[in-house]
């Protein structure tokens, strides 16, 4: 019953900034939480940002750089990256989750930082 769409990825330099957009279409039963995830080659998909239950958390590699910013009103989800490094390299997804524990992924989007 949702679908969710990213945008914003691109090939930047060291120290410059992008911002992820996630927007979702449909319905949901009841949304818990949104966040983003990334994915790098020959390794597992890690938590970036996520919001919900009335707090973001954030992985400890990216804290202080990324912001995580959600819209129940308009169903998006953003994730304002700053000062990006190479090791943000990665394919990111947003998700969504409902408090009947259905996830829903969108396709993924490409961030490549270069040094």
């Known amino acids: 019953q949702l679908q969710l769409t990213e945008s914003g990825g691109g090939s930047v330099l060291a120290g410059e900034s992008l911002t992820l957009s996630c927007a979702a279409s449909g319905t949901a039963f009841g949304i818990n939480s949104m966040g983003w995830f990334r994915q790098s080659p020959g390794k597992t998909r890690e938590m970036v940002a996520m919001v919900g239950g009335g707090a973001a958390r954030y992985a400890n590699s990216v804290k202080g750089r990324f912001t995580i910013t959600r819209s129940l009103e308009t169903m998006t989800v953003d994730l304002q990256m700053n000062n990006l490094k190479p090791e943000d390299t990665a394919v990111y997804y947003c998700?969504?989750?409902?408090?009947?524990?259905?996830?829903?992924w969108g396709p993924g989007t490409q961030v490549t930082v270069s040094a």
């Open positions: 998700k969504f989750s409902t408090l009947n524990a259905e996830d829903t």
